[in-house]
Each structure stands twice: as C-alpha cells, then as structure tokens.
C-alpha cells in the first residue's frame, strides 16, 4: 500500500527519525491519505501492549501484545511473567491483579480440606501451560482468604470464575478436566 513511498518521505524527516516514528509525524506534516494509515499502523506498532501483573512480586509490567508469550521477565523481580504455573495468591496480590492486569484472570476457588479440589488441581496445573500468556490463572484459598470468598458469593468449591477487567464474565461450578478447564475458558470469551 505505497509504503516505498511512504519510507521515501519518511527518510527525509530528518537525522533520528526511527521506522515507526516518521508516520506518525507524516500525519501532521503532509496529512495525506497514505500517511494516514501509515500512521495507523505505526501506532499500532509502537503502542499495542498490555498491563502484565507479575504473579511473583505483583510489579505491573507494559508489554507489546507481539512479546506476551516470548518469556518476559518482570521489570521489577525478573521473574518470568508467564511460568505456566497458576499462582496461589492472597488478598493484596489478588486485588492487583484484578484491577490492574490486562490479560483476563481465570481463577480456582479452592480449599484443602475439599476432594475434588485436590482432584482438580493437577488439571488447572496442566491448563495454565494450554492457557497462558492469553489468561493468567490463579488460585485463591477460600480457607485463608475468606473475605474474598465472601465478595464473590463463593457457595461451593471448586468454583472457577473468569474475570477480565475487573470485572466477573463467568463462573462455573465443579471439578473439571485440564481440557474441560480450557475448553471452557475460551467459549466464555468467544
Ligand atoms: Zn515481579
């Protein structure tokens, strides 16, 4: 779509100018159609990311949407951001991650003293490793975090619910096997 003549222009924006950049100054410069969605695009380039909440140190980390999945390491703790492991999390750790990350949270709702939690433990392992970096999975103690237990309404155990922004998308009651557990976490977002 004319993007030789794009860079053509674009190089002579001046010494420094980077490949993404030059569109982006284009649109103001020239203002012509090419440079429009050259500009789109460039935007697209620099500024697509999302908010990772390490599950280790709970450090809100930026990253392009291109490198979820390239093993980044968080900023802050250098841990890796996507172990393929779900993390148990308490009540500080839990709220950041839900207010903070982009990447929908598919949590279990657990508890020791339950069976088919037990059962079901190995399966949610084996979904994380299916899941991530497109879901960040999470196990909440409801036996030690009985405040969050309250404020989803947990009635019975094992309860999944997915969560994306903040916000409750669904919930499901029951054990289930690891391709259950993935299977239905990608309907509820279809
Ligand atoms: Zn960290």
Wanted: glycine share 8%; net charge positive; with cysteine.
């Amino acid at each position: 779509m004319g993007c030789s003549r794009v860079m053509a222009i674009a190089r002579r924006c001046g010494p420094g100018a980077t490949i993404a950049r030059p569109a982006l100054h284009l649109i103001y410069s020239h203002g012509a159609h090419i440079c429009v969605l050259a500009a789109v695009q460039a935007e697209k380039i620099v500024s697509e990311s999302r908010h990772v909440v390490c599950a280790h140190c709970g450090g809100v980390n930026r990253v392009p949407v291109e490198r979820l999945g390239a093993g980044g390491k968080c900023g802050r703790c250098k841990a890796v951001l996507f172990d393929g492991h779900p993390a148990e999390v308490g009540s500080n750790e839990f709220q950041i991650q839900l207010t903070r990350s982009d990447v929908p949270l598919l949590v279990d709702f657990w508890a020791p003293w339950c069976g088919p939690c037990r059962m079901m433990a190995p399966a949610f392992e084996k979904a994380a490793r299916q899941l991530e970096p497109g879901y960040r999975l999470l196990k909440v103690n409801t036996e030690e975090q009985q405040a969050i237990a309250a404020q989803f309404n947990i009635r019975s155990i094992p309860t999944m619910i997915l969560f994306a922004r903040g916000r409750e998308v669904s919930r499901m009651s029951g054990a289930l096997d690891a391709a259950g557990i993935v299977a239905w976490a990608r309907q509820q977002r279809a």
